[in-house]
């Protein structure tokens, strides 16, 4: 005898048509294997619409607090190590580049003091142009007037002090309500 | 289920975290019961079920409202319990942990205590014997009274696959209790047998 079609409806929680209900209900009659497959889903479907929710322990909100606390103290500890892997990369590469060029001027120290020499000569004519600029841009009628340079300068400032303490709001570890 | 107001979960999105409490105030039962259904443990339960939130927290922002927000949670911590059952295949789980039920009984006398202990060892015992998409069908059906198109959509299967494995999870049910039936009949059996001399 097939049984497949009797356990698929048995088994099946949409409503069966008047047909096929009258051939299970004969069916159940005649196989006990089925009608065993019944009285159990009977009863462990009962079971399982009667079973409450488990609920977790008391303070299960403030353990969360706490696990998402710890959680954000080892985001900040993983950026720190970024951050500080990142710079000891840059200070690698910074002393390995700077490195060779001194091994260079060390293998010859007459070249080094020529071109120190010519720097600090450099930095004198720099000085010196600047120096002529300023003096003539002095004896000329201002362009700007005094107050668009005091704006400017304000304005420089605050930008400053925005970036300061956005870089502090970011760094600093936040406290968990 | 329960529902909570969609202001609420808007100010969560924005980063108050005072919000996101309350949400997971409102939600630990149905989160720790899903897990703990999957898991049958209370201790593994509590911690998939911290998890669970730990993760909506950090993916709140690309939630999207239009979907409710208890199959959204619930969705996460389902797949993060099948992934805990996939890992853990051999890790064996004691059944005599119990958690607290919803609604707690107050004061259950010695034969109610005995039988809430009994059902859910049961329970345990037939989910257990399920793997881990078919139990995730089965409890989300059962407990939550899902559809089989919500189911379909926490699963990222089909509606026929949903159908599928609930045919295919209730005939294993059915076996399971009737091997747990014939087991007890025998245990009561052996204990009103007279002692041989």
Known sequence: MNHQPFKDWLLSEEPLEAQQSQALQQHLRECADCRQVENAWADASALLRRTPYAAPAPGFTDRWQQRLAAQRVQAQRKQAWVAIAVTAGIAFVLIVLFGTHVLDLLASPASLLLAWIARLASLLSVYGILQEVFSVLGRVPPMVPAIALFFAVGFVCFLSVAWLATYRQLTTARRVV | ?197
């Open chain 2, 1 to 197: 289920m329960i529902q909570i107001e969609p202001d609420l979960i808007l100010q969560a999105q924005k980063g108050n975290s005072e919000a996101f409490t309350t949400i997971v105030e409102a939600y630990q039962r149905p989160v720790f019961n899903l897990c703990y259904r999957m898991l049958g443990d209370p201790d593994e339960a509590e911690d998939a079920a911290q998890e669970t939130f730990l993760r909506a927290y950090n993916k709140l922002r690309g939630y999207d409202p239009t979907r409710a927000f208890s199959t959204w949670l619930l969705s996460i911590a389902a797949h993060y319990c099948i992934d805990q059952l996939r890992k853990r295949r051999l890790t064996l789980v004691s059944m005599d942990a119990m958690p607290y039920l919803d609604p707690p009984d107050t004061n259950p006398g010695p034969e109610a205590a005995f039988h809430i202990k009994e059902d859910q060892r049961r329970i345990q015992v037939m989910l257990k014997a399920l793997g881990p998409q078919d139990r995730a069908a089965v409890v989300l059906y059962y407990w939550y009274d899902f559809s089989y198109e919500e189911i379909a959509q926490q699963l990222e299967t089909t509606v026929s696959a949903v159908k599928s494995r609930l045919h295919r999870a209730r005939l294993s049910l059915a076996q399971t209790w009737s091997e747990q039936e014939s087991q007890r009949l025998t245990t009561e059996g052996k204990r009103h047998e007279s002692p041989a001399f």
